[in-house]
């Protein structure tokens, strides 16, 4: 079975250009894990979940960031709502960020007549669980881990 039989044809696309909030809304909106990143018509990168997630780390955020635990949230005592108030001000600002400072580049891409055991390997190597699919240089489609197992499934039957 090549990649073209399984991948997701057209896929939701972000600018790199666009802010971080526009990718995770697009993530949230489409029940998906990643998104290719284009300039233009060019494909310059990838943004997933743990890109965007990446940014909470406390590190990312602010080096005197207070990030409560679930049960300081329920007793937080009114001294510490001025931490709070710049907790929420960096979470903001995370919003603000452009995809291209976190996106993944360079991109592992696969060509659309490629085997899905070449897409898996890939997948492997990189730890990736998703690969931009180019035809003649121009993304044509993406294939995720799931589209595999469900071509596997689809080829035992």
């Known amino acids: 079975m ?3 039989e399984i991948m997701t044809k057209d896929p939701i696309t972000v600018s790199a250009d666009d802010q971080v ?10 029940k ?11 494909l310059v990168g990838i ?16 080096e005197d960031l207070w990030l409560p635990s679930p049960l300081e949230v329920i007793e ?6 001025v ?21 993944s580049h360079p991109v592992i891409t696969i060509g659309e007549s490629s085997d899905i055991e070449e897409a898996a390997s890939l997948m492997l ?15 044509v489609g993406i294939v995720a881990r799931a589209d595999i197992v469900r071509g596997v499934g689809e080829t035992s039957s």
Do not use: C, F, Q
């Open 2 to 4: 090549i990649v073209s």
């Open 21 to 30: 909030r526009v990718a995770a809304g697009l993530l949230r909106a489409n």
């Open 32 to 42: 998906i894990g990643g998104l290719p990143v284009m300039e233009g018509d060019r």
């Open 47 to 62: 943004v997933t979940e743990s890109d965007i997630i990446a940014l909470l780390e406390t590190r990312a955020l602010s």
């Open 76 to 81: 937080v005592p009114v001294r510490e709502l």
């Open 83 to 103: 931490n709070w108030e710049k907790t929420r001000s960096a979470l903001t600002h995370i919003g603000d960020k452009r995809v291209r400072e976190i996106m």
């Open 125 to 139: 190597t990189h730890k990736v669980a998703r690969l931009p699919v180019v035809k003649n240089g121009r993304l």
